[in-house]
């Protein structure tokens, strides 16, 4: 796989925008209003496989990735990481640890994030290039708003970010 060398600044890209999700609401943007939704948090396993089953039965998602197919949630273990696991038809691990409510994990963002990875995922891109966030701007597009994804293409661009396949109407 090659090297990943926008990984960090796609996390600092998310992270940013998180604390604008948390709360939702009107967001100032360069002199427009934006409205936001707040950002999903989810209970258990069984509410974010619901999740993800439907992200991925979106319209949008299954005219672009037409051949994708399911994916398996499951719990990982320690509470530093959630991950894609790309063998055997795609799994990701969201660690639950903790009372509900205070699970980082288990909210949107960090589960579409998961989710764009299910659907990009090659041996011969790096984990969080320019696919990836294209990928990652589209699922914010259709499963949370045109204003997230207008703010995350932002964050990206601004950090210098590369992405392919992205076109945000907002």
């Known amino acids: 796989m090659p090297r990943d060398q926008h990984r960090s600044a796609v996390y600092a890209a998310e992270d940013q ?3 604008t999700l948390e709360a939702g609401g ?3 943007f360069f002199g427009s209003t934006l409205d936001v939704p707040a950002e999903r948090h989810f209970a258990d396993l069984v509410s974010i496989q619901a999740y993800v089953d439907s992200v991925l039965r979106l319209a949008p998602v299954q005219e672009r ?5 399911p994916v398996l949630v499951r719990e990982r273990a320690g509470s530093s990481r ?3 696991e790309p063998g055997s038809g795609g799994v990701i691990a969201i660690p639950l640890t903790g009372l509900p409510g205070q699970r980082w994990a288990a909210r949107e963002t960090v589960v579409l994030h998961e989710v764009a990875h299910h659907l990009v995922w090659s041996a011969d891109d790096p984990a969080h290039g ?3 966030c294209g990928a990652l701007i ?3 597009q ?5 204003s997230a994804a207008l703010l995350l293409r932002a964050g990206l661009d601004s950090a210098g ?7 945000v109407a907002a």
Not at 65 to 69: A, I, N, R
Request: hydrophobic share 40%.
């Open 17 to 19: 925008l998180r604390s």
């Open 26 to 28: 009107r967001v100032d």
């Open 65 to 69: 990735w037409p051949d994708v197919g």
């Open 82 to 84: 959630a991950h894609y």
């Open 130 to 132: 320019p696919r990836f």
């Open 138 to 140: 589209r699922l914010y």
């Open 142 to 146: 259709h499963a949370i708003s045109p």
């Open 161 to 167: 970010v590369p992405l392919t396949g992205a076109e």
